[in-house]
């Protein structure tokens, strides 16, 4: 989109909470970021009156669409906060130092150090595990690779960066030239179907992905055998904490409970689930400047877990909602011990997920040399 489009989306957007926007509250509710800062139509209104602090606070909101789904006048504040986002970053008003750190983790994801195109004779389906995982998982990205292998024929493995970052930051011209080369790189070499494990690329691809199927890899293990893995959960109460960009991902949020339920746990489900899941408080990169305020949706997530265990499909969601109450990836509970047993604490971003990716390459590499 160019600076006039863009322009013009985000007056569309303001203009129609300005006029629509009743203030009913159905919104404020469960979102920190709103409880703050108060309802999208008051925030429009700092706008209008040219409140310059007004604009760097779309950089509070987490994007996790909550709004949109509760919403009764059908209005859209996480797109109008995305767009005023991109307006910063266009006006050249967004300050980059807070989030430097991120940046360097989405360019060198896409660098020669971390990714690789592992693609198999006959390949069209690719799984490609986004970064979480591999930083905090790698035996046990390595493990679901290889079970999901014995599923899809040809199944060849891409690790590389969705440039989610990018996105939600508002850098758009960056994120539609980076995007554009990675999915133009994909279809050039064949690929027609993603295999994504991670909520943040699976929205990606499926947004953006034109020309590409996506499946989530939870989809895949339900639908196909996953013998030999254990079925250990003894009757063990868990609840799901469903990541928000799937929020409206009904097949994904039933894959994960069918693993669960079929893996011996007995699910209790949370108020907010599907849907009308709430953000654990790492969405939009609001951490990057206002921890606090992110760590109001993550306890906020915790308390509504009423001391369970949470299980998420999201190594972002689990590093963050750990902070709060007690919570495993689903892969945790699914796979084999000894694959599981890298389940990593730890920050994400930090130089040791870094290391963790490089050791997965390296075992991905040297695995399909010894194939050929
Ligand atoms: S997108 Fe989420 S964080 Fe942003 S205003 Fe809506 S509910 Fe709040
Ligand atoms: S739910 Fe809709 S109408 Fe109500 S305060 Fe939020 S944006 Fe305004």
């Given at each position: 989109m160019n600076h006039e489009m863009e322009a013009s989306s985000l007056h569309l957007l303001r203009t129609a909470i300005g006029s629509q926007c009743t203030e009913c509250g159905a919104c404020v509710r469960y979102c920190a970021f709103l409880r703050r800062y108060g309802p999208p139509k008051a925030i429009a209104a700092g706008l209008e009156a040219g409140d310059p602090g007004r604009m760097g606070?779309?950089?509070?909101?987490?994007?996790?669409g909550l709004c949109a789904v509760v919403c009764p006048e059908g209005l859209d504040p996480t797109g109008f906060f995305l767009a005023l986002r991109r307006h910063q970053v266009a006006s050249g008003g967004l300050t980059v130092r807070p989030y430097r750190g991120l940046l360097t983790h989405e360019r060198l994801g896409r660098s020669s150090l971390l990714s690789w195109y592992g693609l198999p004779p006959g390949c069209k389906t690719v799984f490609f595990p986004g970064c979480g995982l591999p930083g905090s998982r790698p035996r046990a990205t390595l493990a679901l690779f290889e079970h999901l292998r014995r599923l899809v024929p040809n199944l060849g493995m891409v690790l590389d960066c969705c440039i989610k970052p990018s996105h939600d930051l508002g850098r758009e011209t960056h994120f539609d030239a980076v995007f554009e080369a990675l999915r133009t790189r994909l279809k050039e070499r064949g690929i027609n179907t993603m295999l994504t494990a991670c909520p943040n690329c699976t929205k990606v691809f499926r947004w953006y992905g034109k020309g590409l199927a996506v499946q989530t890899v939870w989809e895949v293990l339900h639908a196909g055998d996953v013998g030999g893995w254990e079925r250990r959960g003894g009757g063990v109460e868990v609840s799901v904490h469903d990541p928000c960009p799937l929020r409206d991902d009904q097949p994904s949020q039933e894959a994960v409970r069918g693993l669960l339920t079929d893996s011996g746990y007995a699910l209790v489900e949370m108020h907010h689930r599907g849907r009308r899941t709430i953000c654990c408080g790492e969405g939009g990169a609001v951490a990057h400047i206002d921890p606090d305020l992110a760590g109001e949706w993550t306890l906020l997530r915790g308390r509504e877990a009423g001391g369970r265990l949470l299980v998420a499909s999201c190594s972002g969601c689990v590093a963050m909602l750990n902070r709060s109450t007690p919570t495993v990836h689903l892969l945790d509970l699914l796979l084999p011990a000894e694959a599981a047993l890298d389940k990593a604490a730890g920050r994400p971003f930090a130089a040791n997920t870094w290391w963790r990716r490089f050791f997965l390459k390296r075992k991905v590499v040297r695995l399909s040399q010894e194939r050929r």
């Open positions: 606070t779309a950089f509070r909101c987490s994007l996790c």
